[in-house]
């Protein structure tokens, strides 16, 4: 009797196990693949079809699975921590450093020699956020360039030019409002997004006040010139009235909803306005013009924040296979696919493809011209892990935001920014 | 003899008995602790660990990616030096009091409202519960669409109604700002005050308000004389409850503000976000976050010896 419930449990036991063993049969070769979800869904799509086109091409699946430019690092956090990184990484312009100084990125330079045969030579810009050491950690994807919109009927209704420096945007800015078009025509939001973090380096580099030297070594924040900028564009909300404070609380679509509903003249944005517009048959769309962002004395310095790249993880455990897939989606065919149906988002920054036809507008030549002149994070050095931190930590907006939210002075501003960025190079310094 | 031979016959049965006692409190207790095992393991695993852990990790220069060294108080020293944390820690403040204080108010006056039977009052009832049930995002995205400057319905019906000339920076101004990420934090909490201030109102014995009454008090003498103080105990709870919750918030804020303008929304939730996840600091982002501990510490230990006095006292 008492022998029977062991005999029914052990039976239990077995069957359990029996049935959670996988089956006798070949393995299926699954990869993982991260990318970020853009604006221009679209674009989305074709990158999706040809992830999976080209998975099948290796006898692999694919996973993919999104994230957006606000969640990009708590996901990739969680991932580095548990060390589950996905076998092929789309990571923004910080990425890569961050990643390959972690050792958590093999060497693709083999794979970028092999992209180089298709796409041409990488534009030298492209090459201080994926190589360290003299060795590729990434393959540069594309670039998403911040340009300047603009109105261009209120423009002509003030009489003015499409601005070229940071105070023409204030004194035509300035005109708009006096003339009772709108309350608040300039829409840099200065705020802990990329339309904040990116004019702000691209306002401080056109002053001369970069923060290191050509080998990314911390050399101090130019106190002269960076009070010299931030004394530009603080009064657009402290006495010209022309910005809201609200703007300063914007997400990274706020700027793109105000100029799209007509309250906003001039926003810093990538090309996705232009997209939204053109889907929509938007009324403001033959008032939309584009040109790069503004000069300062020091000349043309654009920051090129938004860049994606192609990384291999060495999480992964299929690393052939993970290269491959790379291969493919960056062979010609399938990127200028991407290219073209990107609405002008995605700019290639290999130099065959900066050269298409497909650029060959109005829209496309500034957008294209922008990404040329465009300078990595950490310029003049290299991107670093202490350059990435310098962005995310959102050091140069606090820095805006001092001045006109908490109203300390541009040279205490100045002053506790330097600081901060000290001690973020002193605790991580350039290898 | 006889009396010699039966003791040791009737000795046995009792022994057994005993015996049996004895084996059965000990089955008993091994059966108590097999069925709080799971839920031990669960606190274990979920709770205690990830709570020791955080306070492990307050203690290094954890940065993600990198192992941990141990710095002791460093960075809770680092923090109180930065200007700017002790802006967090008093937005924090201002955020916790000033939500609490208006959900006891509104609580309160719900409560009181709905304590008469009336028709209607089910319904009614349910209908103040929605802000409760309904998912903190949402709210909290709603609010930011009301307080929007252009297109927010407040400022438009404002501006209709011929009160305002333009609109209000609800989201941009420090101070409004702060304002507005209580106004929705309030707006999410108060049923959940008013419920169970109402839920302690309806174990009042009505003896009482029927004495008050023929003695001529009047409804708020009633509510203050009676009414409060017989639900002491349940606001000292509720309060304390809805205070660890608030000062834990990240939602409200994050969504609507992101701690801006500037850092004048910026609570330890958030910034610690900030820390941990986009400068990748955890050893900082726990240390910051650790900060309101000590402050719910002693809260708890001070609601909980009130609780036990006026216990003591009744």
Redesign the interface.
């Given at each position: 009797m008492r022998q029977a419930p062991r005999r029914i449990l052990t039976m239990t036991l077995v069957l359990a196990l029996v049935w959670a063993l996988p089956p006798a049969r070949a393995a299926d070769l699954k990869l993982t693949l991260w990318r970020l979800k853009t604006y221009i869904p679209p674009a989305d799509k074709i990158l999706d079809t040809t992830a999976q086109d080209c998975a099948k091409k290796i006898g692999a699946e694919v996973q993919i699975q999104t994230y957006t430019f606000d969640d990009m690092w708590t996901k990739y956090t969680a991932a580095i921590e548990s060390k589950t990184l996905p076998d092929v990484a789309e990571l923004d312009s910080v990425g890569p450093a961050r990643l390959a100084n972690l050792g958590r990125l093999s060497d693709v330079s083999d794979l970028v020699g092999t992209v180089t045969k298709e796409l041409g030579e990488l534009a030298p810009n492209a090459e201080g956020a994926v190589k360290f050491g003299g060795r590729f950690y990434a393959v540069p994807h594309y670039a998403i360039p911040l340009i300047l919109f603009y109105r261009k009927d209120l423009l002509e209704k003030v009489g003015a030019q499409p601005p070229d420096t940071w105070e023409g945007i204030n004194e035509i800015s300035a005109k708009i409002k006096k003339a009772g078009l709108q309350d608040f025509p300039q829409g840099f939001p200065w705020n802990r997004t990329g339309d904040g973090y990116d004019p702000a380096m691209s306002l401080l580099w056109s002053y001369g006040a970069a923060w290191v030297d050509k080998s990314g070594k911390y050399i101090g924040l130019p106190k002269d010139k960076a009070v010299q900028a931030i004394k530009v564009v603080t009064p657009a909300y402290l006495t010209d009235k022309t910005s809201a404070f609200d703007f300063l609380s914007w997400s990274g679509s706020g700027n793109n909803e105000a100029f799209m509903a007509g309250k906003i003249a001039f926003t810093p944005n990538g090309p996705s306005i232009l997209f939204q517009e053109d889907s929509t048959k938007h009324p403001l769309r033959k008032d939309t013009a584009i040109k790069m962002m503004p000069r300062g004395p020091a000349g043309r310095n654009l920051a090129l924040t938004f860049v994606m790249n192609w990384a291999v993880p060495v999480d992964g455990k299929q690393q052939k296979e993970a290269r491959a897939l790379v291969a493919c989606i960056m062979s010609k065919d399938k990127f200028t696919a991407y290219m073209t149906g990107s609405f002008q988002q995605a700019v290639p920054l290999f130099k065959n493809l900066l050269n298409s036809d497909y650029w060959n507008n109005a829209d496309g030549k500034v957008i294209i011209e922008t990404v040329k002149l465009g300078r990595p994070v950490g310029w003049p050095g290299p991107t670093t892990p202490a350059a990435a931190e310098v962005i995310s930590s959102n050091v140069l907006t606090d820095m805006m935001t001092r001045v006109i939210v908490d109203k300390v002075t541009p040279e205490k501003a100045v002053e506790e920014a330097d600081k901060r960025i000290k001690e973020i190079y002193d605790r991580l310094p350039p290898k | 003899m006889s009396k010699i031979l039966a003791q040791p016959a009737a000795a046995a049965p009792r022994a057994r008995a005993l015996a049996w006692h004895r084996v059965n409190r000990v089955q008993e207790r091994l059966l108590g602790y097999a069925l709080i095992i799971p839920i031990a393991l669960l606190i274990l695993l979920l709770i205690a660990y990830p709570f020791f852990n955080a306070i492990w990790l307050s203690l290094t220069e954890k940065m993600?990616?990198?192992p941990a060294h141990f710095v002791g108080l460093r960075n809770y020293v680092a923090l109180w030096e930065s200007?700017?944390f002790r802006i967090v820690a008093w937005n924090s403040v201002v955020y916790t009091v000033g939500s609490i204080g208006a959900k006891v108010v509104i609580g309160l006056a719900m409560a009181a409202a709905l304590q008469k039977a009336a028709r209607g009052n089910q319904l009614l009832r349910g209908f103040l519960l929605l802000p409760w049930v309904i998912p903190t995002v949402v709210i909290a995205l709603t609010w930011r669409w009301l307080l929007?400057?252009?297109?927010g319905l407040v400022n438009v019906g404002l501006h209709d109604l011929g009160i305002i000339g333009?609109?209000i920076?609800?989201?941009?101004?420090?101070d409004l700002?702060m304002l507005s990420v209580i106004m929705a934090n309030v707006w999410r909490g108060f049923p959940f005050f008013g419920v169970s201030f109402l839920a302690a109102m309806q174990t009042v014995p009505q003896d009482l308000y029927d004495a008050a009454s023929v003695d001529g008090a009047s409804a708020w003498q009633q509510f203050w004389r009676i009414s409060l103080p017989s639900i002491k105990g349940v606001v000292a709870i509720v309060t304390l409850l809805s205070t660890i919750w608030t000062l834990n918030d990240f939602n409200i804020v994050y969504i609507?503000?992101?701690?801006?303008?500037?850092?004048?929304t910026h609570i330890f939730a958030t910034y610690s976000y900030?820390l941990?996840?986009?400068?990748?600091r955890w050893g900082m982002a726990m240390a910051a976050s650790m900060y309101s501990l000590p402050v719910i510490a002693l809260l708890i230990v001070f609601v909980v010896r009130y609780l036990h006095r006026e216990e003591s006292a009744s």
């Open positions: - | 993600v990616g990198y200007a700017r929007d400057l252009y297109r333009s609109g920076h609800w989201l941009g101004n420090p700002a609507m503000t992101r701690g801006g303008p500037g850092a004048a900030e941990g996840i986009q400068s990748q």
